[in-house]
Structures are given as structure tokens and as C-alpha cells.
């Protein structure tokens, strides 16, 4: 009797009070929801709100076009570098670089440059060496160089043009030389009426055209005046500078 009684009261108050209670139901639905969402977006943060520290950052690009003041700035160097001067082979002071590297290939340790006995060198040697000194005296070219120029040259007098011509330097014809000459191989050789005379011609030679410049070196320095004339031009000979140092000191001609 007490549940039926109860059920009846109950079913009593909803009709009476149903609507009421709708709105309370809707309310609090409204209300979970929310709750429900607020706990969902605290639980994960934003996708927006999260810091990217995995990600690599992003390499710069280059510029496809240099900015108008880097070029301004760079015309500007340009202009203020002073252009490299050429330097003369030979100036009135001396040589100005006359030690340049360069990648001319080296002579052999053992490189044979005067093909005679020591004893016909010797000999030469001996014959000259007052004439070289001289002409160093007279001219300012050092005895060593004349020396060891006209060994190369004439092999130490035994060469053919050295023996029919007293030509010890091997020098050629120009449109300067009108005395009597000599043709070996279609190359006109100058010829002297002795020795003494090619000695003479050939301090003439270095002194008085293209070489003169190399009078003003020390006459002791022997290695700037052998390069001095290969830079000259003297010889086609890439290593006669080489060559000549060598026979200096080969043979004592430094004393």
C-alpha cells in the first residue's frame, strides 16, 4: 500500500512539474558539455599553441640578384685597387725580377755542359782569364760571366765557328756588323780577325745595346747578371742562366 502510494505521489508531482524539470535537465546537459570540453582542451594543448622543437628550421635561400649597394660597393674596391705594374726586365737600378719564380725545368746533377778534356778547359781557362778580367775592368761585366759565356759557346774553343772564325761567343750577324762574316747551317756567324777581337766585340755587344742596363749591376754578382741575360733574352735557352752559374762554380771562375 506504502508503493503505491509512493508511486502515485510521484507520478503526481512530474505531471504537475514536468516542464520545470525539463529545463533543469537541459541546464545542466549545457553545463556538462561545456565542463566536458574545457577538460578536453586542457588535457591537449592546441595544435597552434604547441612549440615546433623538432622541426628544422628553414635553410635562408640565396638572392637571386645582389642588392644595387653591394655592386656600388664592390665598383668601389674595384676602382680604388691599383692596377699590378709591369715591371721592365731591366731597370737603371738593376734587375727588378730577376729572381721570379718560374717552372723551367731544372738541369741534372750530373748535366756535362762543356764536352772537352779538363785539361783543354783548364787551359782555356788560363789563356782568357786575363782578357775576361779586362774587359770586366773596362766594361763593368764580370769576368766570371765572359768567361763562362764563351766556354759554353765555343766548348772551350774546340767548336768549328770558334776555330774558322775566333767567333767565342757565337754571336750573329745584324744590320750593325760590317765586318766579315761566315754562314753555318744558313746562319750568318760574325767573324774576327783573332781571338782578342770577339772579346772586345762581345763586351760592345753587352754594353752598348738590349744588355747595357745589366753594367749598372755589381760586377761581383755574378748569378743577377746570368739571370739578367736569359730574362733579356740573350739565348732562347731556358736554362742559360742555369747553365752559366754552373760552369762558374764548376770551375772556379768566381777568383
Not at 668601389?76 to 737600378?93: G, L, M, R
Not at 775576361?132 to 766556354?151: D, G, H, R, W, Y
Amino acid at each position: 500500500m506504502k508503493m503505491r502510494a509512493y508511486q502515485a505521489t510521484t507520478l503526481t508531482f512530474l505531471q504537475n512539474h514536468w516542464f520545470k524539470l525539463a529545463i533543469v535537465v537541459i541546464v545542466l546537459t549545457a553545463f556538462a558539455g561545456k565542463n566536458l570540453n574545457v577538460n578536453f582542451r586542457m588535457g591537449k594543448p592546441a595544435q597552434e599553441e604547441q612549440p615546433m622543437l623538432q622541426e628544422a628550421p628553414k635553410a635562408v635561400q640565396p638572392l637571386l640578384h645582389t642588392p644595387k649597394e653591394s655592386i656600388k660597393k664592390r665598383e668601389k674596391f674595384t676602382e680604388e685597387v691599383p692596377p699590378v705594374a709591369q715591371e721592365s726586365i731591366i731597370s737603371k737600378t738593376g734587375l727588378l725580377s730577376v729572381f721570379s719564380g718560374d717552372s723551367a725545368p731544372t738541369l741534372a746533377p750530373d748535366a756535362e755542359l762543356v764536352i772537352a778534356p779538363e785539361v783543354t778547359i783548364a787551359a782555356y781557362v788560363k789563356r782568357f782569364e786575363k782578357v775576361a778580367v779586362t774587359e770586366m775592368e773596362k766594361f763593368n761585366i764580370p769576368a766570371s760571366i765572359t768567361l763562362a759565356q764563351s766556354l759554353l759557346a765555343s766548348q772551350a774553343g774546340t767548336s768549328i765557328i770558334a776555330n774558322q772564325t775566333n767567333n767565342y761567343f757565337n754571336l750573329e750577324c745584324d744590320n750593325g756588323w760590317t765586318e766579315k762574316t761566315a754562314t753555318y747551317d744558313g746562319t750568318c756567324m760574325r767573324s774576327y780577325e783573332s781571338a782578342w777581337f770577339s772579346f772586345r766585340n762581345h763586351s760592345k755587344h753587352l754594353s752598348e745595346g738590349t744588355f747595357k742596363a745589366l753594367t749598372n749591376l755589381d760586377k761581383t754578382d755574378y748569378q743577377r747578371w746570368a739571370k739578367g741575360l736569359e730574362l733579356a733574352g740573350y739565348s732562347k735557352d731556358p736554362l742559360y742562366a742555369e747553365k752559366l752559374i754552373r760552369i762558374i762554380e764548376q770551375y772556379g771562375l768566381v777568383r
